[in-house]
């Protein structure tokens, strides 16, 4: 691998592609990934899941599993029972009633989700822990269960929860300026209802876990977790060991998407069993297993209102949406939909605001964190409706848009919060120029005008969505537990290569480059003189990990708020060893030198080995050159764009496929455009794939029936096309390096572009709405309905 | 057990292995060769993707026993002398990885695609790589990548 990096000069990386050195060890598989790990007498551990959306747990037998080759012990739910300190937490009660059952690793009287794990195998091998596994007898009584979140609100639903006596979790409303009277004076109302199904957020890598005890009670877990911190304090709350005890490590961890983002019972259980049986336990998901035990996202339905006047100005938004919880609340799950209650205006100035959600149990796996989190719903609702809007009034969609664009920054919304900056039109200009739309809609018109078997359409998506998770005063105001800053810590060793420790935890974002390019920099050294240190609460202490779009807005600016602390010392050190005032020296190039004698200088490098020596430093000055910052931001960032998708639908069997995909994103400024650019295209994949395939099924007994990447179609290349991107920037005034985050913008942008596309191919046919995903047979059966 | 003999990287290992053990938990658990992943249990992910006797293989759907006297090539095989493989280099060059698990058998999917002369454009490429999963880069630079090696545009 060679390096990309130019002479070491001030300003020299951040802005460029540079390389990334994450890639060495990925591309020949010198890897970390929590399963490659087995310290001398490690365990595995199988978990016995309730093959029953929702049964009472009658008697459990272990003895037949406890006597099986190979097993060193077995549990039922009850058998731990006393093990457990508290619940699996949940970190925001977003209400002050709403209902928070409680949730151990282990079921014990009843299960109430197919999946909920009964019971637990730990043996010498993989095999030999699924062998015995199945052994374990679980006497199941039945119970009525519930999947779908409509029929689950219904007076005689089935309860996930029977003592709570209801299945609804909470109600939260955000009002703000008079809807009802905007829609009393409106010229044209439209109401629309959406159903967003549930995905599977399908991380390649699938959760694993390892737990060593430690001869004086501390432990060791290392977990394919997006968030060792938030995880090292929760486990303290749950398994009861002090938070000082616990070491977390994230080595290699193959993806999140907010999967990973959580507190799962696998981990708890690792760390309980670790301590019982003193030895390290391991557990490694299958596939099927994820597919029950892990996280799922989505599964909301909206009803959106718009009140306009006649010539498109939007007056009011009213959004009432029912969000399905799943059969427990995990780390966040309830909080979901809030991350999207600011932005169901988007990027459109809109005075008169409601948005309620009704979160909901059902008997499925909880839902929590997935690529874009409460965003991607509410801009579906939102973008969707604009398109409804605009053929209401018979008014171009782009028109409609341009008409309703807040223009002037930062931006105070009606329902609270201010956007810092921001240039729409720009972004849609942009775009436009890219797309050709001229072309696109005279080859429409030949097509409709021969009634072409295939038919084309497109669709738009102007968006802008609150990430850089967060103002901590914010998070305590809406409830959250705990805070949004993140640490940065800078090191100099004493020959001069630096050390960098970030409370982030990346799994995919090249943190590891990105940080390097900004520390370099700002330091004036070179980016390989740079080690980034992450992912381990051992080594980096104070983080509140990666999720959200956070890491670059507020871990990344932690970055050089470090770097400036640094720089102070530093140059107190030069000023004082070359005699001059801090204020006659400049630093540029990694050096401090005098003002009108640039003869008279000192590198960084030569202060920080000054440092260490401490042989001649200012009284009073501690020796060393390390620094740490913990940044809160003051604000979200708030990252927007203008995507479109064009489709090509066959009109006689339903089949959808995309033709082209054009996104201009604003995300402020770049420290690395490849990798911007790189998550903008997994980020718009994850928006097509909801709005085209992705679906998690629940029979009505609720069963789930997408078990397998074979029938939950996660796309491959062959349905995609290359993404045509671009890019505006209006950077951040809120932080010095101007940058808002990425991780989520195309996952917020993309399923309404498309699913606007495939309406727009058919509209000339009467098709009004498809709901996602736009499947063949849905949009065969859309066709046949205007038809007949 | 059953007594075999494998040629991995170039190196003989005989092993006897309990029938029911897939090729790709041989390859990790017996010799210690980690890069190859495991991403799913229905042979769907593609992660697990090796060379068997030069083609591509997803390692779960063979038993290690029946690849008794086959030449076996892992993501650790690939690069010589200290030379990435030129799709290894790509793969790099293009920002075709992120997270990198699926990386290895998407690497090792690609040689095989490039070396049987299937990767003929873009489109056959994206065929071709049906078969691999990856849930971070949208497969756009890992298409672009394998282009650039293959000479198509």
């Known amino acids: 691998m060679t390096a990309t990096e130019t002479a070491p000069t001030t300003g020299t990386f951040v802005g460029t592609s540079a390389k990334r050195r994450e890639d060495a060890a990925l591309l020949t598989g010198r890897t970390t990934w929590v399963d490659n790990m087995a310290p001398f007498g490690t365990v595995v551990m199988a978990i016995v899941r309730s093959p029953y959306a929702h049964a009472r747990i009658k008697g459990v037998n272990l003895e037949a599993a406890r006597a099986a080759e190979g097993v060193v012990a077995v549990f039922s739910g009850a058998d731990l029972a006393e093990d457990w300190k508290g619940s699996l937490p949940c970190a925001w009660a977003v209400t002050e009633d709403i209902k928070m059952p409680p949730h151990f690793p282990l079921a014990i009287e009843e299960a109430r989700y197919q999946g909920d794990g009964v ?67 409106a010229d044209v109302v439209v109401t629309r209802r959406y159903v967003q199904p549930r995905l599977i957020p399908n991380a390649i890598e699938p959760r694993a876990v390892l737990a060593q005890a430690g001869p004086t009670d501390e432990v060791t877990l290392w ?3 997006q968030v060792p911190h938030i995880l090292r304090f929760a486990l303290q709350l749950v398994v009861g060991i002090p938070e000082s005890k616990i070491r977390v490590i994230a080595p290699h961890v193959g993806g999140g998407f907010g999967s990973k983002l959580d507190v799962y019972a696998e981990e708890a259980l690792a760390v309980a069993l670790a301590r019982r049986l003193g030895r390290p336990v391991k557990w490694t998901e299958e596939r099927a297993e994820n597919y029950v035990a892990t996280i799922h996202g989505r599964d909301t339905v909206h009803e959106l ?31 979901i939909p809030l991350l999207g209650a600011w932005i169901y205006n988007g990027p459109y100035d809109i005075p008169n605001y409601s948005v ?9 796996t909880p839902t929590d964190a997935y690529r874009g989190a409460g965003r991607p719903e509410a801009t579906y609702v939102l973008e969707r409706t604009m398109d409804a809007l605009a053929t209401e009034l018979g008014m171009d969609p782009v028109e409609l848009r341009r008409k309703n664009f807040i223009t002037e920054f930062p931006a105070q919304l009606a329902s609270g919060l201010t956007i810092d900056s921001g240039d729409y039109h720009a ?8 797309l050709d739309l001229d072309e696109i809609r005279s080859e429409q018109a030949a097509r409709r005008e021969r009634e072409d078997v295939k038919q084309i359409g497109v669709g738009f998506s102007t968006y802008n969505e609150m990430c850089g998770l967060a103002p901590s005063r914010i998070l305590g105001a809406i409830r959250y537990a705990v805070g949004g800053w993140d640490s940065a810590t800078i090191r100099f060793q004493p020959l001069g290569s630096v050390q960098v420790v970030t409370g982030t935890s990346p799994h ?15 330091l004036g050294v070179g980016m390989d003189d740079v080690e980034v240190l992450h992912g381990d609460t051992a080594v980096s202490q104070l983080g509140m990990d990666t999720y959200g779009s956070r890491s670059l807005a507020v871990g990344g600016v932690a970055l050089w708020h470090a770097s400036e602390k640094i720089l102070d010392k530093a140059r107190t050190i030069v000023s004082h060893q070359l005699e001059v005032a801090p204020d006659d020296l400049e630093f540029a190039d990694g050096a401090f030198s005098v003002k009108g004698s640039p003869e008279k200088q000192m590198s960084i490098q030569a202060a920080a080995f000054q440092a260490h020596s401490a042989h001649n430093l200012p009284d009073g000055m501690e020796p060393g050159l390390e620094a740490t910052a913990v940044y809160d931001p003051p604000n979200f960032s708030w990252p927007a764009g203008a995507h479109a998708a064009v489709v090509e639908v066959d009109t006689e069997t339903g089949d959808t496929r995309l033709i082209r995909y054009v996104a201009v994103d604003d995300v402020g400024s770049q420290v690395n455009p490849m990798i911007v650019e790189g998550q903008v295209h997994g980020g718009i994949t994850q928006g097509i794939a909801a709005a085209l395939w992705e679906e998690a099924v629940y029979d009505e007994d609720a069963n789930l029936l997408t078990t397998t990447m074979t029938t939950y179609l996660v796309p491959t290349a062959a349905e995609l096309p290359s993404f045509e991107t671009d890019r505006t920037e209006s950077s ?8 808002k985050g990425v991780g989520e913008t195309g996952t917020i942008a993309a399923a309404p572009a498309v699913i606007n596309a495939v309406v727009d191919a058919l509209s000339h046919l009467g098709v009004s709405d498809i709901q996602m995903p736009a499947t063949p047979e849905r949009v065969w059966r859309a066709l046949q309905e205007v038809k007949s | 057990m059953r007594h075999v003999a494998l040629t991995v990287n170039g190196e003989r290992h005989e092993l006897d292995l309990e029938p029911r053990a897939l090729l790709v938990y041989v390859l990790r658990e017996r010799l210690g060769l980690v890069g190859t992943t495991v991403g799913c249990d229905t042979s769907a992910c593609g992660a697990c993707t090796v060379l068997v006797n030069g083609e591509a293989v997803k390692s779960c759907t063979m038993l290690g026993v029946q690849a008794d006297e086959m030449e076996i090539t892992t993501i650790e095989g690939l690069a010589s002398n200290g030379d990435l493989h030129p799709v290894q280099q790509a793969f790099h060059d293009h920002h075709a990885l992120q997270c990198g698990f699926c990386t290895p058998g998407m690497v090792l999917a690609s040689v095989s695609l490039i070396e049987s002369g299937e990767a003929t454009s873009e489109n056959a490429i994206r065929i071709g790589l049906e078969g691999n999963l990856c849930r971070c880069t949208g497969y756009h630079n890992i298409v672009k990548a394998v282009q650039a090696v293959a000479g198509v545009s």
């Open chain 1, 356 to 364: 309620t959600f009704t979160g909901v149990f059902t008997n499925t």
């Open chain 1, 305 to 335: 209102t718009f009140a306009a006047t006649k010539d498109g100005k939007i007056t009011a938004v009213s959004s009432e949406a029912k969000c399905a919880m799943g059969a427990y609340l995990q780390l966040v799950t309830p909080g």
């Open chain 1, 732 to 739: 951040s005034p809120m932080n010095p390096l101007g940058v």
């Open chain 1, 508 to 522: 995919g974002q090249s943190h590891e480059t990105s940080w390097a390019q900004i520390v370099a920099d700002r």
């Open chain 1, 427 to 434: 972004s849609l200009d942009k775009l436009l120029e890219l």
């Open chain 1, 223 to 225: 977990s394919a977790t």
């Open chain 1, 119 to 185: 019971a637990v195998v730990i043996a010498d091998s993989r095999a030999l822990a699924k062998d015995a596994a199945e052994l374990v007898e679980v006497d199941y009584e039945p119970l009525a269960a519930v999947a779908d979140l409509e029929k689950a609100l219904a007076d005689d639903a089935p309860l996930v929860h029977s003592d709570l006596e209801t299945n609804e979790c909470y109600v939260w409303k955000l009002d703000a300026g008079d809807v009802q009277g905007a829609i009393d004076a």
